[in-house]
């Protein structure tokens, strides 16, 4: 679930990052800034995601900005988070991209084995 007022909002600026065309996109809350440089050209992206219980008190930009992008089908290449202050306190950026083709071993090391059983964590 996506906490209330947290939007990607489009900022209309474009850059070529890693041979990608890229728009800028801002995430604005309590005094921050996300900016995110994010790419259609690539599959929708998909973060790690653990399996922990929400934590307390208001949500933060980044438990939430990946899920933002994940749903717009965009992947981003470079992230920052900023306070007003302009001191940068996370950050996120692609280093390389190298295009291959999957086998269908390849496949196969994504497939859980047999047998498995996913088992949800008790709720708090």
């Given amino acids: 679930m996506m906490p209330e007022g947290m939007e990607l909002q489009a900022t209309g600026e474009k850059t070529n990052l890693l041979g990608y065309a890229c728009e800028r996109y801002d995430i604005q809350q ?17 973060a790690y995601l653990p399996n922990q219980p929400p934590g307390f008190g208001p949500p933060m930009i980044e438990e939430h900005w990946a899920r933002l992008v994940s749903a717009k089908k965009l992947f981003p290449l470079q992230a920052s988070l900023r306070a007003d202050n302009g001191v940068e306190r996370y950050r996120f950026e692609v280093q390389s991209i190298t295009p291959a083709r999957l086998t269908e071993n390849d496949y196969k090391r994504f497939q859980p084995p047999e047998g498995y059983v996913e088992i949800q964590p008790r709720p708090f």
């Fill in 30 to 46: 309590r005094g921050e800034t996300m900016e995110i440089w994010a790419t259609d050209q690539l599959p929708p992206f998909q």
